[in-house]
């Protein structure tokens, strides 16, 4: 294993005091590793937090700030945080209109989410709602699985319901927005290379030279089927097709196109691929009404990409365009 | 023969010994078809139990497994931090603020552990989950206790059926948690919560012998 770590057992903590001396408009509280924005809570507005297993940056602590999240949760490397940390962070963001938590559907987050949403209530007294994101089309939606994996929809759900939070919507239309755009939002995701666990020091799983998995989530683990490397036009088109058979996205108002890479692709890589995305749509009929390009919701050093198309509407593109200043997206402000 | 609170404590004392000493094999289970984490983070989690019960002893089970159960929930993470605490949490209810259990009173705890796990995880028999290794155990203490079997010889027929348990969950195809998003592709592994919850029984075996 070759990282830029100390001791794999301090890589969480290590990068939480980073993030610190590097956005001092950011409040870290080290103990409970949350991540606030400086001036929590906004009195009079809804608080939004999330949180996740660490290893999937910019999200969640990159996405804090004015017009996105109020805090995040850190958990170790691909492991939910604890209840006692979104305990904490729901008071610390409660401005007196209640907080919505969005949750990933991951087993352990949901478990974790849920406790703490039972403990918030008896604890705090805060009103809590949560939400929780499942846009992964590789998994199979039935009894027999845990449902699907929520992934880049949650990049997309932070920003535009961050949006909808600011404009001082209640806390039920701030939950209804979050399910808005959830139920609007597929995603296909493909990996390149596995990715290594600083605290397992090995490849989660091997993937020989020219193999590549096709329908992955977000924590190294294997997808929905291994195929031989194929070109990226070839490889957009696996990833496309089962986005679009899943949902009608002709309308007139089009999409939100995320082309996400997974951390180890480069963005020139991306934008290739982003350009194939856009010729399968445009043959589909699928309109682009905005796009988002780049690493933001990763898998430590993995190489790959996933597309998320969101279903968009006028009142989700004013959102998506309203100001946003957190570490990780950046624009209007 | 009941169990005495010293007796209790060395049960989770000794659970995570085992805990500590399988760490690699019960990430490399979970590695296979989970996220290599299961090892790293109950290890964390019982390392801080046994320095909280280090700290401050308890004056009584309820006591001791609530805090047990409360450190779980707030360092392992993942789904086994609610699922382990949940069971020990619920364990420390059906037990009551005593210093000692008889066999029944402990399998009555036990079930009601297992209970509090299904309530969490809403695993059912062969979804392939620790429900699959720890659903047995409880049922052949309760066999032997019935039986009149002391509670050690008791607790050694939990553990065989533990691993028995553990040992078909092989050939199951995953129904829950990560595990699950491999579909067919999960058959073939031992799964890494029904491993680690036979080295909780086995540990009562040779606590309470």
């Not at chain 1, 905005?290 to 990409?305: D, F, H």
């Not at chain 2, 949940?86 to 297992?114: C, H, I, M, Q, Y």
């Amino acid at each position: 294993m070759k990282k830029l770590i100390n001791d794999p057992a301090d890589v969480v903590a290590e990068a939480l005091r980073g993030m610190d001396a590097a956005h001092p408009e950011l409040r870290v509280d080290h103990t409970n590793r949350i991540v606030y924005r400086g001036d929590a809570p906004v009195r009079g507005k809804v608080g939004l937090i999330s949180g996740g297993g660490s290893g999937h940056e910019p999200m969640h602590g990159g996405f804090v700030g004015p017009g996105m999240l109020d805090a995040a949760c850190a958990g170790e490397v691909f492991t939910s945080p604890v209840p006692d940390q979104m305990v904490e962070a729901t008071r610390g963001v409660d401005g007196g209109a209640g907080v919505l938590h969005i949750v990933k559907n991951y087993t352990g987050d949901v478990m974790n989410f849920e406790m703490a949403a039972e403990l918030a209530g008896a604890e705090t007294g805060v009103e809590v709602l949560s939400v929780v994101t499942d846009d992964d089309v590789a998994v199979q939606d039935s009894l027999y699985t845990a449902g699907r994996r929520g992934v880049g929809v949650t990049v997309l759900l932070e920003k535009i319901v961050g949006a909808g939070a600011d404009e001082g919507r209640d806390l039920a239309a701030v939950a209804a927005l979050a399910r808005k755009v959830n139920g609007n939002g597929r995603s296909m995701g493909m990996a390149l290379t596995s990715c290594t666990v600083p605290a397992a020091g090995q490849p989660t799983f091997d993937l020989p030279d020219d193999q590549m998995e096709i329908g992955i989530g977000i924590h190294g683990e294997p997808g929905r089927r291994r195929v031989p490397v194929a070109p990226a036009r070839e490889i957009a088109a696996m990833l496309v097709e089962p986005v679009l058979h899943d949902l009608d996205f002709t309308g007139p108002d089009g999409v939100i196109c995320f082309v996400n890479g997974m951390g180890g692709t480069p963005l020139l890589e991306l934008y290739l691929m982003y350009a194939e995305v856009a010729a399968l749509l445009e043959k589909a009929n699928v309109r682009i009404a905005r796009s988002l390009v780049g690493p933001y919701i990763t898998s430590l050093e993995m190489a790959g990409c996933s597309v998320t198309l969101l279903k968009a509407d006028d009142e989700l593109v004013r959102l998506w365009d309203a100001p946003v200043t957190t570490p990780g997206l950046r624009w209007g402000a | 023969m009941s169990a005495t609170l010293g007796r209790l404590e060395e049960w989770v004392r000794r659970f995570a010994v085992a805990v500590h000493s399988h760490r690699d094999e019960l990430t490399r289970l979970d590695a296979a078809i989970g996220d290599a984490d299961h090892g790293s983070n109950l290890d964390r989690g019982m390392t801080a139990v046994v320095a909280a019960l280090d700290a401050e002893p308890q004056p009584g089970a309820a006591a001791l497994f609530k805090k047990v159960g409360m450190t779980l929930v707030s360092t392992v993470g993942g789904a086994s931090g609610p699922l382990y605490g949940t069971f020990f949490l619920r364990v420390a209810t059906a037990s009551g603020e005593v210093t000692e259990l008889d066999g029944p009173a402990f399998a009555k705890a036990l079930r009601a552990g297992l209970e509090g796990i299904v309530a969490r995880g809403k695993a059912e028999a062969g979804d392939k989950t620790m429900f699959d290794a720890l659903a047995p155990a409880v049922d052949a203490l309760d066999a032997a206790l019935a039986d009149g079997d002391p509670l050690g010889e008791s607790l050694r027929a939990a553990t065989a059926a533990a691993e028995a348990g553990r040992d078909a969950t092989i050939p199951l195809v995953a129904r829950k948690g990560r595990a699950s998003y491999l579909g067919e592709r999960s058959v073939g592994h031992q799964d890494p919560g029904a491993t680690s919850v036979t080295l909780l029984v086995a540990a009562a075996a040779d606590a309470l012998a």
